[in-house]
T-cell receptor, first 114, second 116 residues
Framework: AQSVTQLGSHVSVSEGALVLLRCNYS??????LFWYVQYPNQGLQLLLK??????LVKGINGFEAEFKKSETSFHLTKPSAHMSDAAEYFC????????????FGKGTTLSVSS | EAEVAQSPRYKITEKSQAVAFWCDPI?????LYWYRQILGQGPELLVQ????????DSQLPKDRFSAERLKGVDSTLKIQPAELGDSAMYLC??????????????FGPGTRLTVT
């Protein structure tokens, strides 16, 4: 069975600092991996995804993530945090073979202080 | 830009009452998902449709929840009777994918349900 673990339910950074949100996954088949962002009382917006090919994936708003198969990780980074990045972030995995629904982690709340 | 529509955005209901949520996916999207997101947790799949057929409803509490997508377009999720533990955000998503291959899922704004 697939699963996602997000390390750290809450991350706080200063504006301009590096953002690092951690995600580890478990999957018996090659996974598709995703990061979504959710603002209060809104739906989820896709930041980036890894399906096949290049393991370093660039997304919207300056975010990127690297798929590391040996570490079963897909950590999300951004070189310089902005106040508008404060939100809830979810890592998700999908069974690439079956193309089924997403399995989400519990989320990480990112706070950005000035 | 096409979006997934959901209504209502907020719903407050009393325990034991019936409640229904509506979702209109992006035009042409064959696959529709209903997820439930309890406060402080990630979304969890309740039911997945491919056109008008249910593909996966293994996590749907069938004694009180029902879902339909009669013409393979919009969908309704119903809870009867509602329980306190049903308080959550109900998210609808759609995707153009078939059962083979993968396409991105697009999420609606959700319906926030509060059961009192």
């Amino acid at each position: 069975a697939q699963s996602v673990t997000q390390l750290g339910s809450h991350v706080s950074v200063s504006e301009g600092a590096l953002v690092l949100l951690r995600c580890n996954y478990s999957s018996s088949v090659p996974p598709y991996l995703f990061w979504y962002v959710q603002y209060p009382n809104q739906g989820l917006q896709l930041l980036l995804k890894y399906t096949t090919g290049a393991t370093l994936v660039k997304g919207i708003n300056g975010f990127e993530a690297e798929f590391k198969k040996s570490e079963t990780s897909f950590h999300l980074t951004k070189p310089s945090a902005h106040m508008s990045d404060a939100a809830e972030y979810f890592c998700a995995v999908s069974d690439a073979a079956a193309g089924t629904a997403l399995i989400f982690g519990k989320g990480t709340t990112l706070s950005v202080s000035s | 830009e096409a979006e997934v529509a959901q209504s209502p955005r907020y719903k407050i209901t009393e325990k034991s009452q019936a409640v229904a949520f509506w979702c209109d996916p992006i035009s042409g999207h064959a696959t529709l998902y209903w997820y439930r997101q309890i406060l402080g947790q990630g979304p969890e799949l309740l039911v997945q449709f491919q056109d008008e057929s249910v593909v996966d409803d293994s996590q749907l509490p069938k004694d009180r929840f029902s879902a339909e997508r009669l013409k393979g377009v919009d969908s309704t999720l119903k809870i009867q009777p509602a329980e306190l533990g049903d308080s959550a955000m109900y998210l609808c998503a759609s995707s153009p994918q078939g059962l083979a291959g993968f396409y991105e899922q697009y999420f609606g704004p959700g319906t926030r349900l509060t059961v009192t």
